[in-house]
């Protein structure tokens, strides 16, 4: 079935780093990948929808120079949160939709983020 | 305002018995339903879905029930198995394809040997 890939599954870091998150379609390419995250005991959150060769589209209240997306290729997006914070740790999570098709959404394992 | 509710935020059920998870929806212009499951620290694993047009969908031992008039859709489980234990969360979508899925809180499922 279909794959995305997610990495780093975990990252610590300190606060004012900067953390570059990537989402990968293994087996299917991809122009349009979501980005989610997740809180304690709370639902997924969309955060942006990231378009192949164009800039993505940001939630209300998401900054998006806060939280940089780049989807370069069929296969790839990433998400960069710059300057991290501690409100920002979290668990982030990508998703992928299959081009040319009805299959569902498959995600990545997600990406928990702790920063110090 | 939560679009996609999921009001029992926990459930425990016997091995072997029957397992149902509910989810109620506000947004009339939903016409894509889906559960995913998840583990702790893994991403949500689609489960099974069900289109407005129908209103039961059903793969092995899971069955999702759609009740467009009332919107409310659940997922049955039968019989439920301790592997089975896991957070499940509804979601929803306009229309499917490339729109992103509007998510409940989860339900965390226990199935007790």
Redesign the interface.
């Known amino acids: 079935g279909a794959v995305v890939s997610q990495h780093p599954s975990w990252v610590i870091c300190k606060s004012g780093t900067s953390v570059k998150i990537e989402c990968r379609s293994l087996d299917f390419q991809a122009t349009t990948m979501f980005w989610y995250r997740q809180f304690p005991k709370q639902s997924l959150m969309l955060m942006a929808t990231s378009n192949e060769g164009s800039k993505a589209t940001y939630e209300q209240g998401v900054e998006k120079d806060k939280f940089l997306i780049n989807h370069a290729s069929l296969t790839l997006s990433t998400l960069t949160v710059t300057s991290a914070h501690p409100e920002d740790s979290s668990f982030y999570i990508c998703s992928a939709v299959p081009v040319f098709s009805n299959q569902p959404q498959h995600f990545g394992d997600g990406t928990r983020l702790s920063i110090l | 305002d939560?679009q996609?509710k999921q009001n029992s935020?926990s459930l425990s059920v016997q091995e072997g018995r029957i397992s149902i998870l509910n989810c109620d929806y506000t947004n009339s212009m939903f016409d894509y339903f889906?559960w995913?499951k998840k583990y702790p620290?893994?991403?949500?694993?689609?489960l099974i879905?069900i289109s407005s047009i129908k209103d039961k969908n059903e793969d092995g031992r899971f069955t999702v029930f759609l009740n467009k008039s009332a919107k409310h859709l659940s997922l049955h489980i039968v019989p439920s198995q301790p592997g089975d234990s896991a957070v499940y969360?509804c979601a929803a979508s306009v229309p499917?394809?490339?729109t992103?899925?509007?998510?409940?809180?989860?339900t965390r499922l226990s199935v007790i040997a």
């Open positions: 939560q996609v935020p889906l995913y620290a893994e991403g949500p694993t689609f879905s969360f499917l394809g490339n992103p899925l509007v998510f409940g809180k989860g």
